[in-house]
């Protein structure tokens, strides 16, 4: 629903034509006898904003909770949901390779198409002869779906809580996550996958 | 032309002798493995299951029609019998689909999708065999995906000829080998196994892992590679799944050529020369125009053209085999009054190269010989005394046996060394960049789409050769 748009002709001297078709909004400012003073006004706003900053200030120097300020991206925010879909990670077999077979499954399903994967052939690993070489994310385009985590058939991406660090420079190549940054995420233990002992010897 | 019923329905059977062949023509789909058009009938997937009423359920690929026959297609029992014959198939399939470069045009997928859909029901672990067997340098054999329908088998021994390969052992244990000490090196149309295939057990090296088949896309193309002209699919990226992280060539890349089935030309077939067609266009491209090795605009290369053509008092030019319907024309109403004009080879047989057969492949390793001397004629260059002026339309000239002292004015297409032994360079566009037409050595034409960017700098010989007959100075 948009606001109504009424129809006034400004500037009329000049331009007898010219119809202005801006949107009025509903918080129009009117300036009462009082307002129109403008100093009375800076005061009172800078009395809130000043209270806020010193409330603020004292809590941080004191350590308690509930600064609003965080120090974004050096400081985690607490307040993410325990199941918040954040930065993709990439696991690991035992050995440390990627569990990824290169199966595309992610980047098929996935909707804005962020992600590309160059796939490499091991003959010497029959029962992985596929693996990524490449596995790249755009975080400027990803949208945190996480339907790749739930396309992939090998429980081989996933998301966790932290978000990505997306406060870069550029584009490309700084919003673009490659495998060695995917892979950095290696928990001690992983209660969600009891590991298979590693296969000895090939088929 | 006996007259039977198919689900009820009445079909004329038409020239077809088997019940399969009836039904895939009348639009009524039987699932087959083993049965090939092309090939002949061994009935052992079993798969290509009907229902003739009175008689129960046999095989449709091996069943002869006869007036009256009544068949059903989709009955119950032929579903729980086909379900079952694929619940057997995929006994010790590894179902490894993630992985499998045939996955998204597999004939077992599609099935196991439409007609089973469960998962396995035994608990004996599936049988293990041999993953990357390599059967030719350019083929590799994964015997545990292998259902044995026989196909390739029945390939070599028929079509090539080659009989390479044969079936060992028996039972589960059965494998598909070279006989004796052969490979599929021998046979020059090997990699028609792989498209055959019904399943991904035979792959193609080069393809191995390069992308998806969902993510490709093919572009109908006519194969340069002889006077046979077999029309191909040259397969790419799509559009909207093009990289943007990973290599940027990937996205216009061939990455792979399979046969355009034409009974015309070349059937469901194409030889493995035709395969290689995307390394032999992803040599460097020659971008930019050369003036005496000097790098110029091609519209300054194009005027001193003119200026040479202007000039010239006896000028010959020597037509490429490889230029389309539509250039030789343009070339001959352009410049076919101007230059006295003779067709050349442009590509003669490599060293170990099956130079001609009784399939496919022919001795003339050039697609549009025929076009190019029904306009130009059919006789050998040769250069008068007062020669002061070669035109060379594409590959195939050796600069050093050409006269002393004359200009030579080069259309090519690749970063080559020659370039810029000519007076005037100007590189013009290869197949995929452009549309054309060509005529094969029995007279039947052919068209091919482009599936690439023309390079900046590079033009097409249609267009160019108009602008060659004009005045210098004129816009170009």
Same mark, same amino acid.
């Given at each position: 629903m948009s606001a109504p748009q009424r129809e006034r002709r400004v500037g009329a001297g000049n331009r007898p =034509? %010219? %119809?202005?078709?801006?949107?009025?909004?509903?918080?129009?400012?009117?300036?009462?006898?009082? +307002?129109?003073?403008?100093?009375? +006004?800076?005061?009172?706003?800078?009395?809130?904003?000043?209270?806020?900053?010193?409330? =603020?200030?004292?809590?941080?120097?004191?350590?308690?909770?509930?600064?609003?300020?965080?120090?974004?991206?050096? +400081?985690?925010?607490?307040?993410?949901?325990?199941? =918040?879909?954040?930065?993709?990670?990439?696991t690991q077999r035992p050995d440390g390779r990627p569990q990824c077979v290169a199966c595309n499954l992610c980047a098929t399903v996935c909707p804005a198409r962020v992600i590309e994967i160059q796939a490499g052939f091991d003959p010497d690993d029959p029962a992985h002869p596929k693996y990524p070489e490449r596995f790249e994310i755009d975080y400027s385009r990803c949208i945190f779906c996480g339907f790749c985590v739930e396309a992939c058939p090998e429980d081989a991406i996933r998301m966790v809580r932290q978000v990505p660090g997306l406060p870069v420079p550029d584009r490309h190549p700084g919003m673009w996550l490659g495998k060695e940054e995917l892979l950095n995420w290696q928990p001690a233990r992983d209660p969600a996958k009891p590991y298979p002992p590693k296969p000895k010897g090939g088929a | 032309m006996p007259g039977i019923f198919i689900n009820g329905e009445p079909v004329d059977t038409g020239e077809h002798r088997t019940v399969l062949q009836v039904a895939l023509a009348n639009g009524f789909y039987v699932p087959?493995?083993?049965?090939? @058009?092309?090939?002949?009938?061994?009935?052992?997937?079993?798969?290509?299951? $009907?229902?003739?009423?009175?008689?129960?359920?046999?095989?449709?690929?091996?069943?002869?029609?006869?007036?009256?026959?009544?068949?059903?297609?989709?009955?119950?029992?032929? &579903?729980?019998? /086909?379900?079952?014959?694929?619940?057997?198939?995929?006994?010790?399939?590894?179902?490894?689909?993630?992985?499998?470069?045939?996955?998204?045009?597999?004939?077992?997928?599609?099935?196991?999708?439409?007609?089973?859909?469960?998962?396995?029901? !035994?608990?004996?672990?599936?049988?293990?065999?041999?993953?990357?067997?390599?059967? !030719?340098?350019?083929?590799?054999?994964?015997?545990?995906?292998?259902?044995?329908?026989?196909?390739?088998?029945?390939?070599?021994?028929?079509?090539?000829?080659?009989? $390479?390969?044969g079936m060992e052992q028996r039972g589960d244990s059965m494998l598909v080998r070279p006989v004796e000490d052969r490979t599929l090196d021998d046979d020059p149309y090997s990699d028609n196994v792989i498209d055959i295939c019904p399943v991904g057990a035979l792959l193609s090296c080069s393809f191995q892992y390069q992308a998806r088949v969902w993510y490709l896309e093919p572009t109908p193309s006519?194969?340069?590679?002889?006077?046979?002209?077999?029309?191909?699919?040259?397969?790419? &990226?799509? @559009?909207?799944? /093009?990289?943007?992280?990973?290599?940027?060539?990937?996205?216009? /890349?061939?990455? &792979? $050529?399979?046969?355009?089935?034409?009974?015309?030309?070349?059937?469901?077939?194409?030889? *493995?020369?035709?395969r290689d067609l995307g390394a032999l266009i992803d040599r460097p491209r020659a971008d930019r125009a050369l003036l005496k090795g000097r790098r110029v605009s091609t519209k300054e290369a194009i005027d001193a053209a003119r200026e040479l053509i202007l000039e010239a008092k006896s000028a010959v030019a020597l037509v490429s085999s490889w230029g389309s319907n539509e250039e030789l024309r343009a070339f001959r109403n352009a410049l076919g009054d101007?230059?006295?004009? #003779?067709?050349? !080879?442009?590509?003669?047989?490599?060293? *170990?190269?099956?130079?001609?057969?009784?399939?496919?492949?022919?001795?003339?390793?050039?697609?549009?010989?025929?076009?190019?001397?029904?306009?130009?004629?059919?006789?050998?260059?040769?250069?008068?005394?007062?020669?002061?002026?070669?035109?060379?339309?594409?590959?195939?000239?050796? #600069?050093?046996?050409?006269?002393?002292g004359v200009t030579v004015l080069f259309l090519g297409y690749w970063l080559l060394p020659e370039n810029g032994h000519a007076e005037v360079f100007i590189p013009i566009s290869v197949q995929t960049e452009r549309r054309?037409?060509?005529? *094969?050595?029995?007279?039947?034409?052919?068209?091919?789409? @482009?599936?690439? @960017?023309?390079?900046?700098?590079?033009?097409?010989?249609?267009t160019l050769f108009p602008l060659l007959a004009a005045p210098p100075g004129s816009p170009a």
């Open positions: =034509n %010219v %119809v202005d078709r801006r949107r009025k909004y509903w918080n129009e400012p009117k300036l009462g006898w009082w +307002e129109s003073f403008y100093l009375f +006004e800076v005061l009172r706003g800078l009395s809130i904003t000043g209270g806020v900053f010193l409330r =603020n200030m004292k809590r941080w120097m004191t350590g308690k909770k509930g600064a609003l300020t965080a120090y974004y991206p050096e +400081e985690i925010r607490a307040d993410y949901a325990a199941h =918040n879909r954040g930065k993709h990670v990439l | 087959h493995f083993c049965w090939h @058009p092309e090939l002949s009938i061994v009935g052992n997937c079993r798969v290509c299951l $009907v229902e003739q009423e009175g008689r129960g359920v046999g095989i449709a690929c091996n069943m002869p029609v006869y007036e009256g026959l009544s068949i059903q297609t989709d009955s119950e029992p032929v &579903r729980v019998q /086909r379900k079952a014959m694929l619940e057997f198939i995929l006994l010790n399939h590894p179902v490894d689909c993630g992985i499998c470069d045939k996955a998204g045009e597999c004939t077992l997928q599609d099935y196991h999708y439409t007609y089973n859909g469960e998962t396995a029901r !035994s608990h004996d672990p599936k049988l293990r065999s041999t993953k990357f067997f390599p059967l !030719s340098e350019r083929i590799i054999l994964d015997n545990e995906r292998c259902i044995l329908c026989s196909r390739c088998v029945r390939f070599t021994r028929e079509i090539s000829k080659s009989n $390479v390969l006519v194969c340069p590679g002889c006077a046979r002209g077999c029309t191909v699919n040259l397969w790419h &990226r799509k @559009p909207e799944w /093009r990289l943007n992280a990973l290599d940027r060539r990937e996205n216009t /890349r061939i990455l &792979r $050529v399979t046969p355009l089935e034409n009974p015309r030309v070349n059937g469901p077939w194409i030889c *493995n020369k035709g101007t230059f006295t004009c #003779f067709v050349k !080879s442009d590509s003669e047989p490599a060293e *170990n190269e099956v130079v001609e057969d009784d399939l496919l492949i022919r001795a003339d390793k050039n697609p549009n010989t025929r076009g190019a001397q029904s306009l130009f004629g059919t006789d050998a260059p040769k250069f008068a005394e007062d020669t002061d002026l070669i035109l060379i339309w594409g590959e195939g000239v050796d #600069f050093g046996s050409l006269p002393r054309g037409h060509y005529t *094969n050595f029995e007279g039947v034409v052919s068209a091919f789409e @482009p599936c690439q @960017p023309r390079p900046d700098g590079v033009i097409d010989a249609e």
